[in-house]
Nanobody, 117 residues
């Protein structure tokens, strides 16, 4: 059975940093594209960053230069380092694991990030 579990969310002041982690199990982690999405109250879920199984990365414009996505295939974990956080980064952050080849798509339960003074 596949499990995708996020951790690392919390309350941080504007300008601060957080690192989110997403641990996956029950899958061949290295073949999956891993992504971070977020959903703010009253808004649609949006893509934040993706790291493919070939280590190519993509970021939404609003986080470029501030967020970094990375993965450790030995630990079956993907990370999102978030720096220079802004109040508009406040949202529930979700981890996604996707394999087009296998036709699989998995979501974590989400972790709350709140940026506020």
């Amino acid at each position: 059975q596949v499990h995708v579990v996020e951790s690392g969310g919390g309350l941080v002041q504007p300008g601060g940093s957080l690192r989110l982690s997403c641990a996956a199990s029950g899958m061949i982690f290295s073949i999956y594209d891993m992504g971070w999405y977020r959903q703010a109250p009253g808004k649609q879920r949006e893509l934040v960053a993706v790291i493919t199984n070939s280590i190519s990365t993509t970021y939404t414009n609003s986080v470029k230069g501030r967020f970094t996505i990375s993965r450790d295939n030995a630990k079956n974990t993907v990370y999102l380092q978030m720096n220079s956080l802004k109040p508009e980064d406040t949202a529930v952050y979700y981890c996604n694991a996707k394999s087009i080849a296998l036709g699989r798509n998995y979501w974590g339960q989400g972790t709350q990030v709140t940026v506020s003074s």
